[in-house]
């Protein structure tokens, strides 16, 4: 671990602690993604509103939402590199899919 990176990490929680957001995120060298964010956020909304309009019989509006360019999967666009462009590429995940 680099020298000073345990201060540095407290001193940034203690400037995102106190509202201080950019501050922190400066100090981290973590450098905001807001449109990537957004992006991503608009596409999990557009899936849910997919799989809401199939789950209630209105199978040509999910189909409809579905075939839209902001639902359609993208090669280039995963978990990981979504994880990385929001400053958490270091983070292990793990995910599965639960059949209820």
Do not use: W
């Not at 939402?65 to 462009?85: G, Y």
Request: aromatic share 8%; proline share 1%.
């Amino acid at each position: 671990m680099k020298s000073g990176t345990i201060e540095r990490t407290f001193a940034a929680a203690a400037f995102a602690e106190a509202g201080e957001h950019e501050t922190a995120m400066k100090m981290m060298g973590i450098r905001p993604a807001y449109e990537k964010v957004r992006k991503f956020c608009d596409y999990m909304a557009n899936n849910f509103a997919a799989v809401g309009f199939a789950e209630a019989d209105c199978h040509d509006e999910a189909i409809r939402i579905a075939d839209s360019r902001e639902v359609s999967i993208r090669k280039r666009d995963s978990l990981d590199t979504f994880l990385e462009t929001v400053g958490l590429g270091q983070v292990r995940v793990c995910y599965g899919l639960a059949r209820v």
